[in-house]
């Protein structure tokens, strides 16, 4: 299965071990599921991650996107245009599009109207995980 994982959901996953995001960021750095990504969602991954008020070590931060560099799939850029509510999301959709993704899984799936994803899958993490 192939999956674009919003930000939101790496971040739940580094902070709470346990919960259904961590447990696909497992299965992925497992290679059980593959992850699809282009450099702007590596780069706010990162961003993101590093911030101070997650109390994360860079070290634990670098290992896991390493891993997802060089397991994942790096999308080639989306030719057409999307409209969501947030702006800042819709490097996801661009990429679950022009990658055919299985899904789009996010902790927001309000800012992905149904209309506006081209037959794109959104869903939590926790009903991603009942889709395995």
């Given amino acids: 299965?192939?999956?674009?994982l919003d930000t939101n959901v790496i971040v739940s996953a580094f902070?709470?071990?346990?919960?259904?995001?961590?447990?696909?960021l497992r299965l992925i750095l497992q290679g059980d599921i593959e992850i699809i990504f282009d450099?702007?969602?590596?780069?706010e991954y990162e961003i993101v991650l590093c911030r101070p008020k997650f109390k994360l070590f860079n070290e634990d931060v670098c290992s896991v996107i390493e891993v997802l560099r060089d397991t994942g799939f790096s999308a080639p850029a989306y030719n057409g245009s999307v409209d969501l509510?947030?702006?800042g999301d819709e490097s996801f959709?661009?990429?679950?599009?022009?990658?055919?993704?299985d899904?789009?899984?996010?902790?927001?799936?309000?800012?992905?109207p149904k209309d506006r994803c081209g037959g794109i899958r959104i869903?939590?993490?926790?009903e991603f995980m009942e889709l395995l």
Avoid at 1 to 4: A, K
Avoid at 15 to 24: E, K, M, Q, V, Y
Avoid at 103 to 112: D, I, P, S
């Fill in 1 to 4: 299965m192939r999956v674009v």
């Fill in 15 to 24: 902070l709470n071990p346990f919960g259904p995001p961590a447990r696909i």
């Fill in 39 to 43: 450099e702007r969602i590596i780069r």
């Fill in 85 to 87: 509510p947030d702006k």
């Fill in 93 to 101: 959709l661009e990429v679950a599009l022009t990658s055919k993704a």
């Fill in 103 to 112: 899904a789009l899984v996010t902790g927001n799936k309000r800012h992905f």
């Fill in 123 to 126: 869903v939590s993490p926790r």
